[in-house]
Every structure is written in C-alpha cells, then in structure tokens.
C-alpha cells in the first residue's frame, strides 16, 4: 500500500515539474524504514525518463543498483536510448556492461539505436564487439542492425569495410534489403564510385524482391550531380516518374544542388518552381543548395539575395546555412564577417558543427594567427566534436608555417592516437615544417612511414626533402629519397632537383641525380640535360660535362635501338 501512494506521488511530482523532490524522497525512503522495491524504483524510472528528467533517472537508476535492487529491462533499455540520443556513448558502455552481469538483453530495435550511436562516434570496432554479445545474449543482429552499421561505415567513406559486413551478413543466412542496397549505393557514390553504385541500382531494379524507392533514386540522383553528370540525373528523374514514383523535396533540392554547383542557376530555378507546382514547397535545404552553389562560384551577393528570399518565406537559417555562409567568408578573407556569422548562430540556438570551427581555424592558420587558431580548435575539443583530417592538417600546416613544428608534431600525435588517418597534404605539410628548421631525420622518417602506408608523396614533399638534403651536403641520402618512388615520380624529382641545383652551380650533386636515373634507363628531359651541361660550362666543370653528354649520348642511342 505505502508503495502505491509512493507511486502516485512521483507520478503528481513528475506532472508538476518537480520530479527531483520525487527522486530524492524515494531514495531517502530507505532510512525510513521502507525498502526500495523493484516497482517503485522502476516507477520513478519510467516517469523521470517520459518527462525528459534524465538526470534524475540516472540517480534513481545508480541509487537502486547501490541498494541491489535490479532495474527491469525495460528501464535498462530506455536509459540506453536516452543516453545514445544525447550522445553520452561512455554511459551507454557503463549500463550495457550493467545489463549484461543482470542478465538482461537488449532488443533489436534498441540495439539499431546503440549501432548507430558507436558509428557516429567512429567505433566501429565496438560495434563488432557488440554483435557478438548480442549473439550471447540471445539476441541476434537482424537486417536493420546490419544496415545501420553498414550505413555508419558508408557515412564515414569506409565503403570497402561496409561490403565486408555485407558479407558477414550474408553469411549469417540474412537477405539485405531496398535500405540496405541503397545505403551502399550512397556510399559508392559519396568516394566517386558513381558506375558501380549505377550497377548497384541496376541490380535493384531487376531484383524480383526489392525495388529501388524514391530514397534509392533520389542517391543515385546525388551520385551523378556529384560528378557533374545532369544530364543522367536528369533521365533519372524521368524514369522514377515512369516508375510511378514521385519525386519528393529531396529529389529535387538534390537536382537543384547539382545544377547550381555546375552554374546552371536558370535549371536550378526552374526546377524550384517545377516542385512548387506539383505541391511541394521548397526548404531550408533546397535554399541550401543554391546558396552553396552560388557561394562555390564566389558570388556572395547573390546568395545573400536567396536568403532574403528563404526568410521571406517564413524559414529560418539552420546551421548549414550558417556553416556555408562562414565557410565563404572565410575563403575571401573576411574572418571579421565569419566570426559575426558564428556568433550569431550560437546565439540563435544553432551549435556550429565541426565544419564552421574548421574554417575558422584554417583561416586563422593561413594568416598565422595560431593563438586564435589554437583557442577555436581547443574549443571543438572541449564541447566534443571530433576534428577531420582538414582541421587537424590546417593546424599542422599553420605550426609549420611559423616555424614551430614541434607543435606540429603534437598535433600530428593527437591526430593519429584519435584514429584519423594523415594523408599525403598532411604530411607533406608536416615534412616541408621540419625541413625548414633543418630537423630532416625526422622528416625522412615521416617520409618513410607514409611510405610504409601506400602513401604517395606530392612533387613538393619529395624536392623538398632531397633538396634540403643536398644543401646540407648529404647527397647521397638525398638520392636515396628516390628509391622507392615508381619510375614517373622518379623522372619528375629529378627533373625539378637538377634544374634548382644546377641554378645553384652544384653540378657535382646535379651529377649524381642524372647519372641514377639513367643507370636506371629513364629518359631525361632535354631542357633539363641542358640546363645542367650549361651550368658545367658557367663553372669551368668541362670534364663532367663531357663526360654527361657521352652518357646521355649513350643512352639516346641505345633507346633508339630498343624502338
């Protein structure tokens, strides 16, 4: 009885807003004599999470378990979700670890839920883990699981991982389906695999169980606008209408978006009206799209105008607006606008994604402003978004440029222990830096580990390295900068390190990079052969350019009787 009336009282408290006063009298019950049961707990539990009051839920959750009174699934499960929502993944780790020693298990729909959540925070890893417990508990990933983890892959370009789970789903006995299929299909086209993506679809279409929906045709649409293919998205269009599907708002803000960043704003408006007509009213997005499109061909005024237009159709800037609009303005420059446009957006309710502190960092960068670049970087840090390799590659570069790779370098650490992967603008920025302030071991080391990685380094990273290297007077690691570059990227170093050395005069070390690339029966350029033979003359070297020429002779001959 007495738990009855607990009950009723934490559902008035909750009604009333006052549901920590319910909390803590339930939990304060105990020193009274009255024990916390299973139902009052659960109670308190159901109501705290219904009224949003997740704070307190959580403190009647720690407190029953404290008092070993076990939470019933379903409340595991709610506050599982709550806790995904809100993107508190380490407390979601904590109660699953906590269901699993009660014995409890999650279902699928739920679990879809925590799929997601680990893939937004890119632990991909875990969701493995998580499978496999869910198999344990009785649970096994069905479609939608897989689907889900397939999309958070193709969501972060890991478009060859999604296809070995592909596969691990197949095997397990279960069919992908239309969501499934057109997930992949997206990210096909989102790392420009836009012909296999149209096979994809293709063998959707011919499929005698799943058709492509409007979604499948809407991505494919996407696929073909990224690559500047309208007039295939356009057939695209027509044949979903013959299909008997009917293009929606994102069928058509997709179209529009690819028409304005291809400059054809005429389509782009005439396809806005189209979509008005058949009942659809353009959105914030559609907006978006041409927004972008019209800041992408640097005509700031006349995105502005589209704004007014938006606004005056009662819609209001939402954080992509914000992000492009800053994004722009950082482009031409104008970091005082930018910086008025990011406080507006946080004044409006709109939190600035990791884009918009990324254009402002990169800005800050470029213009070697570091303290301010550091400040918005730490503040990204701070409120939880995750850099991307631009950001991380815009600090490095910026340490870089104002001679403090040391800082660089810590970023760099920073970036690789977070498991986001430098590509080869990372580190030739990181590698110019350390050859500037003459630290070239570790920069051939990092050169050596992108190496290691398949990277392959830009034309700047590897003459930058060999000619520093030769400055230095260490021409024979300089050359070994070369081994292990393909015959092409060998051709073209030599061709650029020979000109700057001969310019300098030193034919010596000119001498050796020519001679190891026609040992190795490349061909030299002309202009460079002849750039370097009159720098032999300019320095009274008459025997090595004798010598040259007869090798280069040589060689000439020697390819004309291979042809």
């Known amino acids: 009885m007495a738990h009855e009336v607990m009950r009723g009282m934490v559902a008035a408290f909750g009604e009333a807003g006052r549901l920590p006063e319910a909390a803590d009298m339930v939990l304060e019950m105990?020193?009274?004599?009255?024990?916390?049961?299973?139902?009052?707990?659960?109670?308190v539990l159901r109501v705290g999470l219904e009224t949003g009051s997740f704070v307190y839920a959580r403190k009647v959750f720690d407190g029953m378990t404290r008092a070993g009174v076990s939470p019933m699934n379903r409340g595991f499960g709610a506050l599982v979700v709550v806790?995904?929502?809100?993107?508190?993944?380490?407390?979601?780790?904590?109660?699953?670890?906590?269901?699993?020693?009660?014995?409890?298990?999650?279902?699928?729909?739920?679990?879809?839920?925590?799929?997601?959540?680990?893939?937004?925070?890119?632990?991909?890893?875990?969701?493995?883990?998580?499978?496999?417990?869910?198999?344990?508990?009785?649970?096994?990933?069905?479609?939608?699981?897989?689907?889900?983890?397939?999309?958070?892959?193709?969501?972060?370009?890991?478009?060859?991982?999604?296809?070995?789970?592909l596969e691990e789903m197949v095997g397990r006995g279960l069919k992908p389906n239309v969501y499934t299929h057109t997930t992949l299909i997206d990210g096909l086209c989102k790392i420009g695999w836009t012909e296999r993506a149209f096979r994809l679809f293709?063998?959707?279409?011919?499929?005698?169980?799943?058709?492509?929906?409007?979604?499948?045709?809407?991505?494919?649409?996407?696929?073909?606008c990224r690559e500047g293919k309208l007039a295939r998205a356009e057939m695209l269009l027509v044949r979903m209408v013959e299909q008997g599907l009917k293009p929606n708002t994102n069928t058509y803000t997709t179209l529009i978006g690819g028409h304005c960043k291809g400059g054809s704003f005429d389509r782009a408006f005439e396809l806005m009206n189209k979509m008005k007509q058949e009942g659809f009213l353009p959105n914030i997005y559609t907006y978006n799209a041409v927004i972008d499109g019209f800041c992408k061909k640097g005509k700031i005024q006349e995105a502005y105008k589209v704004l007014r237009m938006a606004t005056s159709q009662g819609l209001k800037f939402d954080k992509i607006t914000y992000t492009?609009?800053?994004?722009?303005?950082?482009?031409?420059?104008?970091?005082?606008?930018?910086?008025?446009?990011?406080?507006?957006?946080?004044?409006?309710?709109?939190?600035?994604?990791?884009?918009?502190?990324?254009?402002?960092?990169?800005?800050?960068?470029?213009?070697?402003?570091?303290?301010?670049?550091?400040?918005?970087?730490?503040?990204?840090?701070?409120?939880?978004?995750?850099?991307?390799?631009?950001?991380?590659t815009s600090m490095i570069a910026g340490y870089c440029k104002v001679g403090r790779s040391t800082l660089a370098l810590r970023v760099f650490e920073r970036m690789v222990q977070n498991g986001c992967f430098a590509d080869s603008?990372?580190?030739?920025?990181?590698?110019?830096?350390?050859?500037?302030?003459?630290?070239?071991?570790?920069?051939?080391?990092?050169?050596?580990?992108?190496?290691?990685?398949?990277?392959?380094?830009?034309?700047?990273?590897?003459?930058?390295?060999?000619?520093?290297?030769?400055?230095?007077?260490?021409?024979?690691?300089?050359?070994?900068?070369?081994?292990?570059?393909?015959?092409?990227?060998?051709?073209?170093?030599?061709?650029?390190?020979?000109?700057?050395?001969?310019?300098?005069?030193?034919?010596?070390?000119?001498?050796?990079?020519?001679?190891?690339?026609?040992?190795?029966?490349?061909?030299?350029?002309?202009?460079?052969?002849?750039?370097?033979?009159?720098?032999?003359?300019?320095?009274?070297?008459?025997?090595?350019?004798?010598?040259?020429?007869?090798?280069?002779?040589?060689?000439?001959?020697?390819?004309?009787?291979?042809?």
């Open 324 to 392: 492009i609009l800053i994004t722009e303005h950082c482009k031409q420059g104008h970091i005082t606008y930018a910086l008025d446009l990011f406080d507006r957006m946080v004044e409006n309710g709109c939190c600035p994604d990791i884009e918009a502190y990324t254009s402002l960092i990169s800005t800050y960068c470029q213009q070697r402003q570091m303290e301010e670049s550091q400040k918005f970087f730490d503040k990204c840090l701070m409120i939880g978004l995750l850099p991307t390799k631009q950001t991380y």
């Open 83 to 165: 806790c995904c929502r809100e993107g508190k993944v380490e407390e979601v780790d904590a109660l699953l670890a906590a269901m699993w020693r009660y014995g409890f298990s999650l279902d699928n729909a739920t679990c879809t839920v925590v799929v997601r959540s680990l893939c937004e925070k890119g632990r991909f890893k875990d969701v493995s883990e998580f499978f496999r417990r869910m198999l344990e508990t009785g649970t096994p990933p069905n479609v939608v699981n897989y689907t889900a983890w397939i999309d958070g892959l193709c969501k972060r370009r890991y478009v060859k991982q999604a296809f070995h789970v």
């Open 30 to 43: 105990r020193s009274h004599g009255l024990p916390l049961c299973v139902e009052t707990a659960n109670w």
């Open 425 to 563: 603008i990372t580190y030739g920025a990181l590698i110019s830096g350390l050859c500037k302030e003459s630290r070239l071991e570790e920069a051939k080391a990092l050169y050596e580990g992108m190496l290691d990685k398949r990277l392959v380094p830009c034309e700047v990273t590897r003459v930058t390295l060999t000619f520093e290297y030769c400055r230095r007077e260490k021409t024979s690691i300089a050359v070994s900068v070369l081994d292990r570059l393909d015959k092409r990227q060998q051709v073209h170093t030599v061709d650029v390190v020979v000109r700057k050395l001969s310019a300098l005069g030193d034919v010596d070390a000119a001498s050796l990079f020519l001679k190891k690339v026609l040992d190795e029966d490349y061909a030299v350029d002309h202009a460079t052969y002849t750039g370097f033979i009159n720098s032999c003359y300019e320095n009274n070297r008459y025997a090595l350019a004798s010598e040259m020429s007869e090798k280069f002779s040589k060689k000439i001959s020697s390819f004309k009787e291979k042809r």
């Open 202 to 224: 293709l063998k959707l279409i011919k499929s005698s169980s799943y058709k492509p929906n409007v979604h499948t045709y809407t991505v494919m649409i996407g696929g073909y």
